[in-house]
């Protein structure tokens, strides 16, 4: 190390070195100081490339002992724990990940993930729970609620709460001091088909030349299976001697079965089978992610409306053809649907209520008959 040199500022010292910028060399500012019984030496500055002078020098040593000033090597140690800082805090975006890497199913994972990056990555992502304010929240769900639907809002806000949650339980962060307000959303949406349009769609499945798709449209008509329970529906998971077919991991989370009807037993006996263990295989025999192209053109071959939901619809038409028979109680119909409470089931009450209007208004087919009878024998 060069030689120390004195100035005339007490604490002050500086070295020769070579010029920054230049040729030939430059004084190196150095000060030197006792704090809290500990000399510290810190580099003030260089002569040409900063400007620096004794009197310069000895005002940053008097900032340094008052501590308005940090030596570079306290300001190193300074930004490095704030990083750490940074880097410990569990901010929305670290639980999201957390909270995607310790789920151990996760159906929903690619339209929430696209919930997160549209919606909340960019105002939340990084801050913590505890940093959010309730205007925070309320500002994104006016905002959002001026272009989209509030199905969409609240599904987001959900996800927010839902994972701030997460962090609580594993007590990672602190929760919220405030209730997420969730926009009301009437999602309730039954489809029906008339007798005619019924009809027409079975017609068109018939005309229609994809090996997969009607089958699959008539086994949600016949069963009221889901969509995702036909795309895993393996043919090891159809029981003709006991009558029943497996649904494994249904929407409800727990495995169910239902029963095997004739008409969906007729069905699956002439359905073609290949080397794939799925009754209703995708691309080189994989489980199927999608099929809606061809549904679409056969329920617009049909003439149905444009919004009807080919295999989601069809399930609803299942539980209305059940439910207003008469036949069928809703408890009953719950088990075939494989709802997990009573009160998606609820939907269909109205149907079975017309079903026992129509077995009460007998009695006066019953009536009206005595009536007739009394009278025809009071003429003659």
């Known amino acids: 190390m060069s030689k120390r040199f004195k100035t005339d500022k007490t604490g002050v010292y500086y070295r020769i070195s070579k010029r920054v910028g230049g040729s030939g060399d430059e004084k190196v500012y150095y000060v030197a100081f006792k704090k809290n019984g500990k000399v510290t030496e810190a580099k003030a500055g260089r002569q040409y490339a900063d400007g620096m002078t004794p ?70 992502g990084k801050k913590e729970p505890a940093d959010l304010l309730p205007l925070d929240v309320d500002r994104l769900r006016i905002n959002m609620l001026k272009k989209k639907k509030p199905a969409t809002v609240r599904n987001t806000l959900e996800l927010l709460r ?82 029943f077919i497996n649904i494994s991991d249904p929407k409800g989370g727990i495995d169910e079965r239902i029963p095997l009807n004739q008409t969906a037993r007729d069905l699956l006996q002439n359905h073609p089978r290949t080397r794939s263990p799925y009754v209703f295989p995708g691309r080189g025999g994989e489980q199927r992610t999608d099929i809606i192209k061809p ?66 208004d007998q009695v006066d087919v019953i009536f009206k008959k005595q009536a007739d009878d009394r009278k025809e024998a009071a003429n003659g």
């Open 55 to 124: 009197a310069r020098a000895a005002l940053y040593r008097a900032a340094l002992i008052e501590g308005r000033e940090q030596t570079p090597q306290e300001k190193r140690e300074a930004d490095k724990a704030a990083k750490q800082a940074e880097q410990d805090k569990w901010t929305i975006a670290r639980l999201w990940k957390s909270y995607k890497e310790n789920k151990t199913t996760y159906k929903g994972i690619v339209t929430d993930q696209n919930r997160f990056d549209l919606y909340l990555s960019e105002p939340f």
């Open 162 to 243: 839902r994972v701030v949650n997460y962090g609580v339980n594993k007590r990672l962060c602190e929760p919220l001091h405030f209730r997420i307000e969730l926009p009301k959303v009437n999602n309730v949406k039954t489809e029906d088909l008339s007798p005619n349009q019924l009809t027409a769609l079975l017609a068109a499945i018939e005309e229609d030349t994809h090996p997969q798709a009607g089958a699959m449209m008539k086994m949600a008509l016949f069963t009221g299976m889901r969509r995702g329970e036909l795309f895993r529906l393996k043919w090891q998971d159809i029981n003709k001697e006991s009558g």
């Open 295 to 360: 549904m679409r053109r056969i329920c617009k071959a049909a003439g149905l409306p444009k919004g009807f939901r080919p295999l989601h619809g069809l399930r609803h038409v299942y539980a209305s053809m059940l439910a207003s028979s008469g036949q069928v109680d809703l408890y009953t119909l719950q088990r075939l649907l494989t709802h997990k409470s009573p009160v998606m089931t609820m939907r269909y009450a109205h149907l079975r209520d017309d079903a026992l209007k129509a077995g009460a």
